[in-house]
């Protein structure tokens, strides 16, 4: 069996790793490199690290920060916040970084995606993809969730696709941290529109809500945060992580119920 991937999905704001909820309500996590050290050691496909301040900071990619990451980090790593330019899609993947993830950037400038999947090809180039529910059915909103777009995700979809996006990587706003379960419309109304993999994330609150997004939401693969970085009620800090074969044996009963 094709074992769908598992991201965890960590966000900085500078040089603090942080939880939202909905965008909003950061917790305050610790050091990046010494967390992202410790979710290495786990059996991990990758990491997603996104940085949620820098575009509203309008401040460019903390290079120095990603290369400290990129050398603890011992498997794929994905980065994304503040990247604007090709120029900068370079530097970062120079630095180690599989994949870039680009969200604002690509809306000012459409043809930093084409241009940069024709440089690094479309693997390594992620489209990130955030939406909240409105009377009229989800819209898209960029600059962590601060200007809102009257356009479908789907349609964002397929245009970052033919712009030559390898992935797509699709978050509730309104699930966000919640922890009540992925919004399994969002992620199959994108999951339907597009040929390419689509990461699901916004709102696993269980190992289950992981098997719903591939199973009930068509997502490729699942990103999660809170799960991975809190446990209990109270939100206790505890980086956390299933192992492969736990993952594998949770997608493998999903196939056979």
């Known amino acids: 069996m094709n074992v769908p991937r598992v991201i965890p999905c960590l966000l900085t704001d500078g040089r603090s790793l942080v939880k939202t909820r909905r965008f909003a309500d950061a917790t305050y996590l610790g050091d990046p490199v010494n967390v992202l050290s410790i979710f290495s050691e786990f059996e991990v496909d990758e990491i997603f690290l996104l940085d949620i301040g820098a575009t509203r900071g309008g401040r460019a990619p903390d290079l120095d920060l990603v290369a400290r990451v990129a050398e603890e980090c011992i498997v794929p790593l994905a980065y994304g916040g503040g990247i604007t330019t090709p120029e900068q899609v370079a530097r970062v993947l120079d630095l180690g970084v599989e994949k870039i993830v680009v969200n604002s950037g690509w809306v000012d400038d459409p043809s930093l995606v084409q241009r940069s999947a024709e440089r690094h090809g479309s693997q390594a180039v992620v489209v990130s993809i955030d939406a909240r529910r409105t009377p009229l059915g989800h819209r898209v909103a960029t600059a962590s969730g601060t ?111």
């Open 147 to 257: 200007t809102r777009h009257d356009a479908a995700p789907r349609d964002w979809a397929v245009r970052a696709v033919e712009l030559g996006a390898g992935e797509l990587l699709v978050t509730s706003i309104d699930e966000d941290g919640m922890q009540a379960g992925y919004d399994l419309d969002l992620i199959g109304s994108v999951s339907t529109a597009v040929d390419v993999p689509v990461v699901a994330c916004g709102g696993a609150g269980s190992r289950q809500d992981l098997v719903s997004a591939v199973r009930e939401g068509g997502a490729t693969a699942v990103a999660a945060g809170s799960i991975f970085v809190f446990y209990g009620v109270h939100r206790a800090v505890l980086i956390n992580f299933p192992s492969r074969a736990e993952v594998a044996g949770l997608f493998a009963a999903a196939a056979i119920a």
